[in-house]
T-cell receptor, first 113, second 119 residues
Framework: AQKITQTQPGMFVQEKEAVTLDCTYDTSDQSYGLFWYKQPSSGEMIFLIY??????QNATEGRYSLNFQKARKSANLVISASQLGDSAMYFCAMSFNAGKSTFGDGTTLTVKP | ETGVTQSPTHLIKTRGQQVTLRCSSQSGHNTVSWYQQALGQGPQFIFQYYREEENGRGNFPPRFSGLQFPNYSSELNVNALELDDSALYLCASSSLRASGSYGVKNIQYFGAGTRLSVL
């Protein structure tokens, strides 16, 4: 069975500082994708970043980077230079061939001014 | 803005009733997935439609059913509503290709959801 674990229900970070949101996963598949989504209070899930299981380099998208450690089955999201607008729920997700996705239970990030 | 629209935004039903939720996918996308998100939890995969056919289903009973139309928009139908069906229902559109890393790089673009309350 595939499972995503996000162990931090809530995180606080000072504006302009960096923060790491943890994600570990469990799968026996060799081919999979890892994603991070942001969900503001409005409810819409916003795609942030993608990492393929065979990608050798860590993914980066602007202020977001994914610290992918395949042997440890972890895919942590790093947000640099936090902004007040980054306050939201963050979900780690995994997808497989045939497109089914599994999500974690999320981490609530609060950015303090 | 993802270009994925869901209707209605809010809905109140009573136990035993039936409900239909609608989703218009992003232009150029051929796949729609539906998720149920209970309060304080992550989205749970209900099913996915690819080119009008069901292409995978999560652990949901048959009273959850769906359709995808030729324009790739989709409906989620729930019969015999139960109190536990109260949740945010999210639709996501994406573009799957039946070759290569099929489905793995399935970047999904979500709508704002339909919040269903069952009384």
């Amino acid at each position: 069975a595939q499972k995503i674990t996000q162990t931090q229900p809530g995180m606080f970070v000072q504006e302009k500082e960096a923060v790491t949101l943890d994600c570990t996963y469990d799968t026996s598949d060799q081919s999979y994708g890892l994603f991070w989504y942001k969900q503001p209070s409005s409810g819409e899930m916003i795609f942030l970043i993608y990492q393929g299981s065979y990608d050798e380099q860590n993914a980066t998208e602007g202020r977001y980077s994914l610290n992918f450690q395949k042997a440890r089955k972890s895919a942590n999201l790093v947000i640099s230079a936090s902004q007040l607008g980054d306050s939201a729920m963050y979900f780690c997700a995994m997808s497989f061939n045939a497109g089914k996705s599994t999500f974690g239970d999320g981490t609530t990030l609060t950015v303090k001014p | 803005e993802t270009g994925v629209t869901q209707s209605p935004t809010h809905l109140i039903k009573t136990r035993g009733q039936q409900v239909t939720l609608r989703c218009s996918s992003q232009s150029g996308h051929n796949t729609v997935s539906w998720y149920q998100q209970a309060l304080g939890q992550g989205p749970q995969f209900i099913f996915q439609y690819y080119r009008e056919e069901e292409n995978g289903r999560g652990n949901f009973p048959p009273r959850f059913s769906g359709l995808q139309f030729p324009n790739y928009s989709s409906e989620l139908n729930v019969n015999a509503l139960e109190l536990d069906d109260s949740a945010l229902y999210l639709c996501a559109s994406s573009s799957l290709r039946a070759s290569g890393s099929y489905g793995v790089k399935n970047i999904q673009y979500f709508g704002a959801g339909t919040r269903l309350s069952v009384l």
